[in-house]
T-cell receptor, first 115, second 115 residues
Framework: AQSVAQPEDQVNVAEGNPLTVKCTYS??????LFWYVQYPNRGLQFLLK??????LVKGSYGFEAEFNKSQTSFHLKKPSALVSDSALYFC?????????????FGAGTRLFVKA | DGGITQSPKYLFRKEGQNVTLSCEQN?????MYWYRQDPGQGLRLIYY???????QKGDIAEGYSVSREKKESFPLTVTSAQKNPTAFYLC??????????????FGPGTRLTVT
């Protein structure tokens, strides 16, 4: 079965410091991986995705993610955190067993950036 | 403005009543989805539709029903059979062709409270 795990419920970081939000996956075949962000009482917003190609993917708002096939990881990173980055972050993978229509979401990691 | 609209933002109902949540998109997407979000549990798929007049059950379809009579609309009915209907409901869409390659676009959500 395909799955995605976010091992940290919460990540705390000081403003200006680098941040990492972790994600690991388990899929059969090639993974199609995504990161989304959710602000309070709002829908999810797409940040970035890995389909194929370069292992370092750049996305919105200065975020990037590194795809590591050997470690089956897709960690989200940002060189310098902002207070406004505080939100709930979801890692996701397309479920290829359903032709890619379904998406499997991680449980989410809450990021707190302290001024 | 292209996007997904959900209405209403907040909805209150008495136990035993059916309630219908609206979801409309003008992105010309074939695929549409309904998710339920509870605190600490991430997103769980209720129903999805790959194309007009077709839909499939997701992971937690019991107590819910949907219809897809038009490409742009995918209403969700929460029936009295749903034991714990109080939750935040999110609608999403994505292109249908090669769905696995594309991110999902989310609406702003409807918070349903049943007392």
């Amino acid at each position: 079965a395909q799955s995605v795990a976010q091992p940290e419920d919460q990540v705390n970081v000081a403003e200006g410091n680098p941040l990492t939000v972790k994600c690991t996956y388990s899929v059969s075949g090639n993974p199609y991986l995504f990161w989304y962000v959710q602000y309070p009482n709002r829908g999810l917003q797409f940040l970035l995705k890995y389909i194929t190609g370069d292992n370092l993917v750049k996305g919105s708002y200065g975020f990037e993610a590194e795809f590591n096939k050997s470690q089956t990881s897709f960690h989200l990173k940002k060189p310098s955190a902002l207070v406004s980055d505080s939100a709930l972050y979801f890692c996701a993978v397309r479920d290829m067993a359903t032709g890619g229509f379904k998406t499997i979401f991680g449980a989410g990691t809450r990021l707190f950036v302290k001024a | 403005d292209g996007g997904i609209t959900q209405s209403p933002k907040y909805l209150f109902r008495k136990e035993g009543q059916n309630v219908t949540l609206s979801c409309e998109q003008n992105l010309n997407h074939d695929a549409m989805y309904w998710y339920r979000q509870d605190p600490g549990q991430g997103l769980r798929l209720i129903y999805y539709s790959q194309i007009v007049n077709d839909f499939q059950k997701g992971d937690i379809a019991e107590g819910y029903s949907v219809s897809r009579e038009k490409k742009e609309s995918f209403p969700l009915t929460v029936t009295s059979a749903q034991k714990n209907p109080t939750a935040f409901y999110l609608c999403a869409s994505s292109p249908g062709l090669a769905a696995s390659l594309y991110e999902q676009y989310f609406g702003p959500g409807t918070r349903l409270t049943v007392t």
